[in-house]
């Protein structure tokens, strides 16, 4: 059971702002969403998370919806860098609750 | 660099051989993991320790045997494994409980079986 869906792939051009979409029509009220992504053959890198406020860091920010059944993750200014694989995963924060990947969105930026 | 550092970085094996995969994380996590990606399919997870206890083992083969001898080491060992087993393995750790459990991961191993 896919608790995410994402499209399976993006362009964005160099500079501009790149957002990723993600829903999670199904989340319940202890899930965060956390948003990674992998370059390629490299490991996944942590990008950021939250659970129903919107958040910012260096890297990007996260919107999420009031309902919580969506979010987006803004690249601000997009490099060619930023090329990678986008997951959106939903889960708790108790226990040991396995960190489940899907398919991703492949994101290109275009110079 | 993530903290987690997996070795060797890439890996050809027969498949009689046996051949064994560490990681080993800098960041005072209690939790690690061994994950498999294969070309063009996602990550699946494999193992979970924590505390060095094994809490997860999503259904793999015996031939994949891992070995947690302490919170900071995380071995994969490999025997009589089958060409469909080559790919890129993932080790991750993370601090469960409380708001910062995001997982950071090592750079993978590549694995060829021949």
């Known amino acids: 059971d896919a608790k995410t869906t994402q499209p399976t792939s993006m362009d964005c051009a160099e500079g501009r702002a790149a957002n990723l979409p993600c829903n999670h029509s199904?989340?319940?009220?202890?899930?965060?969403v956390y948003w990674y992504r992998q370059i390629h053959s490299q490991g996944p890198q942590y990008i950021i998370h939250?659970?129903?406020n919107n958040e910012t860091n260096e890297m990007a920010s996260l919107i999420i919806t009031e309902d919580r059944k969506s979010s987006t993750l803004i690249l601000p200014h997009a490099t060619l860098r930023d090329t990678a694989v986008y997951y959106c995963i939903v889960r708790t924060n108790f226990g040991n609750e396995k960190l489940t990947f899907g398919t991703g969105t492949r994101l290109t930026i275009i110079p | 660099e993530t903290g987690v550092t997996q070795t060797p970085r890439h890996l050809v094996m027969g498949m009689t051989n046996k051949k064994s995969l560490k990681c080993e994380q800098h960041?005072?996590?209690?939790?690690m993991y061994w994950y498999k990606q294969s070309a063009k399919k996602p990550l699946e997870l494999m193992f979970v320790?924590?505390?060095?206890?094994?809490?997860e083992n999503n259904s793999v083969p015996s031939r994949f045997s891992p070995e947690c001898p302490n919170s900071s080491h995380l071995f994969l060992h490999l025997h009589t494994l089958q060409p469909e087993d080559s790919a890129l393995y993932l080790c991750?750790?993370?601090?469960?409980?409380?708001?910062?459990?995001?997982?950071?991961f090592g750079q993978g191993t590549r694995l060829t079986v021949v």
């Open positions: 199904t989340i319940s009220g202890n899930e965060y």
């Open positions: 939250g659970l129903k």
């Open positions: 320790y924590s505390l060095e206890e094994r809490v």
């Open positions: 960041l005072g996590h209690n939790a």
């Open positions: 991750a750790s993370s601090q469960e409980g409380g708001w910062n459990t995001e997982a950071f």
